[in-house]
Each structure stands twice: as structure tokens, then as C-alpha cells.
């Protein structure tokens, strides 16, 4: 016989046999056996002989949560993503234990992700983490979300501010100021003090407020990356001192922001570095009225030094245009240093320099600023911590109410404590604790502030 001709015959009967298996399955094999053979087939690469299984089991019971997960999948690798899609949810639908949610998500997952819908593939992997009986499952969870986050093209950011605070106007730690030498000298030969009105002062009160950041990820080499970014933060206040008859509102210091930007990244310096440069223009408001709008552009490189330690410069340049406030031109220069120890804790010190250019030369100053940071790697009483300190001295060369113009000191330091021990959906809460002084040769601007900030944070 000739070896095609005995080929194709072999062939021919291997697919008899698969078929009269296929039918014997479904009349005489139980449905642990035809589940097992389903299991079977999907392991060896035969979806649809898989898919077949499990639709003859649930031709047997409508209510088959496992014949749901693996029609789910036998679908999701034969491309046919509806209908993956709707078992999935059937399994998610049908699952009472930690152990049956987990796998009916992780399934979901797997269908949206294939599908391209990979932020909705964030979500049920979080859902995932949620309920894995065992570490080992939610690391998978935690792992599979960080891959799915990488290949995705939107990242999006949101954050909720609820934050009571001493001074939600930057107000004067003062009551009483000497203002405008030139008028005061004028009408009395001398520099008067004033007494400060309400809104002048600290006002405490109770921020509220959130922040909404996304990219989209339009193009990506190895060593490239191409993004248009979207930012929307809006904050509004309520006051709790008594002010008496006094008018003012919180939402007199509301402050929002929107933006659209581009952003570029690569890899240089034989993958020790990156390069990144973003530009973007927006608009502000404050107290329901238009405040500036901006165009900015920063860029910044990052090089990895060692094993343990990052180096960082950038440039940022801004030109703002007022409508309730003057127009203002900001170059501002950076530095900094991220160090990890041995013991697992790590440092951070950056240097700020920024000067400020415009028409109206009292808004015009020269600021050195410098920040360190620490963080624990050992959690103290089941909370993640890091510290922050600081200070900046700030010099304006003209102001109206002293000829040897502003000087501003300011010192401030942070605490805050992440709660990794309370973890829903992959979010941890935190609380931050910021204080800040600042003291200046002119009494308005004496600042004092305490907050303490509520939010949280992705744990993955």
C-alpha cells in the first residue's frame, strides 16, 4: 500500500475513533468522567473537543459551575470570546466559596484580558486577590494583575482626599501685620500695623476632595514608549472655626485643575537609565472662577548607580497665563538620590531650586528646597511607615510691605503609616500626618499648618 494512501487511512480512523469516544462520553461516561475528560483535553491543546465535553455536561445540568469554568476556557483559547465570556460570569454567578470565586474570576480575567478589555481584567484579578483561599493563589492574583497592568495601554490613577486641616487658606498665623510701607508712610510718615480680617487668617476646616490621572499608551518599542495623558483634581473645603457673621464659605478656597498632556519615556545608558520628558496644558479654577491656565514641560533622567541605588535630575519649565492672578514664568531645576539599605529600609534626598519670572515683580522669588525621606521595610504595629522632612527658604526681592522685600523660612516634616494588614480588593487604607512652619520677615506671612490626611493605597 502506498505510504500516503496509509496515512491518510490511519488519520481516518483516528478521527472515528475520536468521535465514537466523544459520543460515548455523552451517554455512557459520568459527569465526573466526562469532566475529567474535558480537564484532559484542555491539557493536551484540544479546546474544542473540550468545549463539546463541557456543553454535554451542561446539557445534563444547566447548574454545572466547573463545566461553566472549562467552557470558559476552551472558548477563550478557540478565540470565541461571547460566549467565554457569559460562562465565566456563570461560574462567578454559581460560585459560593472563597475557593469557587476565586477561580471563576482568574477565569473572567483571563477571557477579558484576551480580549483587550484589560483594565476590566484589572478588576476581577483584584476580585481575585480578594478571595484566594491561600497566600500561594493571591501571589498568582498579585502577579498575573502586574503582567495584565504592563500590557495594558490605559493606567489610571484615582485618589479621595479627606483631610481635616488647620489652615485651609493659607492663612496668617497672625492677627494683627504691617502692610504696604509706601501708603502707611505716606499718610502717617511711619509703617502701621493692621489688624488681619478673617479671611486673612488660619482658617481651619475639612478638605474634601479626589484626583482622576490617566494615560493612554498609544505606541511601545522595546525601549520606547509614546503617551497622551488626561489629569482632573477638584478640592473643596468645610470650615469648622466659628467666624462668626462672617461671610466666607469653604468653597471660597476651592481649588480644580484639568490638563491633557503628552509624555515620552525611553531606555538609555545600557538599560541603566531612562529618559523621560512630558509636556501639558491646562486650566485652574479657585473659588468658581477661572484662576490661570498653563502650559508646562518637564523632563528627567533616571540612573540606576548600583544594585540598591537610583539617581535623579530634571528641568521643569511653566508659563502661566492669569486670569485672577499675573501671568508667571517658572524654570525650577531637581536632584535626587533614592538609597536601599541592607536591613531592607530605604532613603531618599532631593534638592529644589526654583526661580519665577513676571510683570508683576511682587510675585516674583528665587526657592531652595530640600527633602528627605525614610522608609521602614519592617511594619510597626501592622503599618507600613515612612517619614518625611524638609525645609525652603524662599526670597522675594520686591513686596509692598517692606522695602527690604519677603523672606520666607519654611520647615515641615510627614509621617505616614500604610495599613497593610487591612486589605480590600488589593487597596490598603493610609494616614498621613503633615505639619509645616513658616516663618517670614513680614507677619501675613507667618504659617503654621497641621493636617492629617485619610486616603488608600494599591497594595499590587
Known amino acids: 500500500m502506498h505510504p500516503a494512501l496509509r496515512r491518510l487511512i490511519a488519520g481516518a480512523a483516528v478521527s472515528v475513533c475520536c468521535c465514537t469516544f466523544a459520543v460515548q462520553a455523552q451517554t455512557a461516561l459520568t459527569a465526573d468522567e466526562l469532566r475529567q475528560a474535558a480537564m484532559v483535553a484542555l491539557g493536551g491543546g484540544d479546546a474544542q473537543t473540550a468545549r463539546r465535553f463541557a456543553e454535554a455536561l451542561l446539557t445534563r445540568d444547566g447548574e454545572d459551575r466547573n463545566a461553566y469554568l472549562i467552557l470558559a476556557r476552551a472558548a ?15 461560574a462567578w454567578d454559581l460560585s459560593n466559596t472563597d475557593a ?15 480580549e483587550g478589555k484589560r483594565t476590566r481584567a484589572q478588576l476581577w484579578l483584584r476580585r481575585a486577590a480578594q478571595h484566594a483561599p491561600n497566600d500561594a493563589l493571591r501571589a498568582r492574583a498579585e502577579r498575573d494583575f502586574r503582567y495584565v497592568k504592563q500590557q495594558n495601554p490605559w493606567q489610571t490613577d484615582v485618589t479621595f482626599t479627606f483631610a481635616p486641616n488647620s489652615n ?20 502717617f510718615g511711619e509703617s502701621i500695623e493692621f489688624s ?32 497622551v495623558k488626561f489629569a482632573l483634581s477638584y478640592r473643596t473645603f468645610a470650615i469648622t472655626d466659628d467666624l462668626g457673621s462672617s461671610a466666607i464659605s469653604g468653597s471660597d478656597f476651592a481649588f480644580g485643575a484639568a490638563s491633557l498632556g503628552y509624555g515620552f519615556r525611553t531606555f538609555n545608558m545600557a538599560r541603566k537609565g531612562e529618559f523621560a520628558a512630558d509636556v501639558e496644558a491646562g486650566q485652574t479654577w479657585y473659588g468658581g472662577a477661572r484662576y490661570a491656565s498653563f502650559l508646562r ?9 548600583g544594585a540598591r541605588q537610583k539617581m535623579r535630575f530634571g528641568v521643569e ?39 519665577t519670572q513676571s510683570d508683576d515683580a511682587t510675585i516674583e522669588y528665587t526657592e531652595v528646597l530640600l527633602r528627605t525621606g525614610f522608609s521602614l521595610k519592617k511594619p510597626v504595629m501592622g503599618a507600613a511607615v515612612q517619614f518625611g522632612l524638609g525645609a525652603s527658604w524662599r526670597d522675594y526681592d520686591v513686596s509692598r510691605d517692606s522695602r527690604d522685600g519677603r523672606q520666607d523660612r519654611r520647615i515641615f516634616a510627614d509621617v505616614t503609616a500604610t495599613f497593610t494588614d487591612i486589605d480590600y480588593y488589593g487597596f490598603n487604607p493610609s494616614l498621613t500626618l503633615s505639619a509645616s512652619r513658616t516663618d517670614s520677615n513680614i507677619g ?9 490626611n485619610i486616603g488608600i493605597k494599591s497594595a499590587f
Open 168 to 187: 485651609i487658606n493659607n492663612g496668617s498665623a497672625r492677627d494683627r501685620s504691617r502692610l504696604n510701607y509706601a501708603i502707611s508712610e505716606l499718610l
Open 100 to 114: 469557587q470565586r476565586y477561580s471563576a474570576a482568574l477565569i473572567t480575567a483571563q477571557v477579558l484580558s484576551s
Open 317 to 355: 519649565v511653566e508659563r502661566q497665563w492669569g486670569q485672577s492672578t499675573p501671568d508667571r514664568d517658572l524654570f525650577g531645576l531637581s536632584s535626587s538620590v533614592t538609597h536601599g539599605f541592607a536591613s531592607g529600609n530605604s532613603g531618599f534626598a532631593g534638592l529644589y531650586l526654583t526661580a
Open 196 to 227: 488681619l480680617n478673617d479671611e486673612a487668617q488660619a482658617i481651619a476646616g475639612l478638605e474634601v476632595g479626589g484626583a482622576l490621572r490617566t494615560r493612554y499608551r498609544f505606541h511601545q518599542t522595546p525601549d520606547t514608549a509614546h503617551d
Open 76 to 90: 477563550r483559547d478557540l478565540g470565541d470570546m461571547p460566549p467565554a465570556r457569559a460562562a465565566a460570569r456563570k
Open 444 to 452: 501675613l506671612y507667618d504659617v503654621n499648618r497641621v493636617g492629617l
Open 297 to 305: 514641560g518637564q523632563a528627567q533622567q533616571t540612573l540606576a548607580t
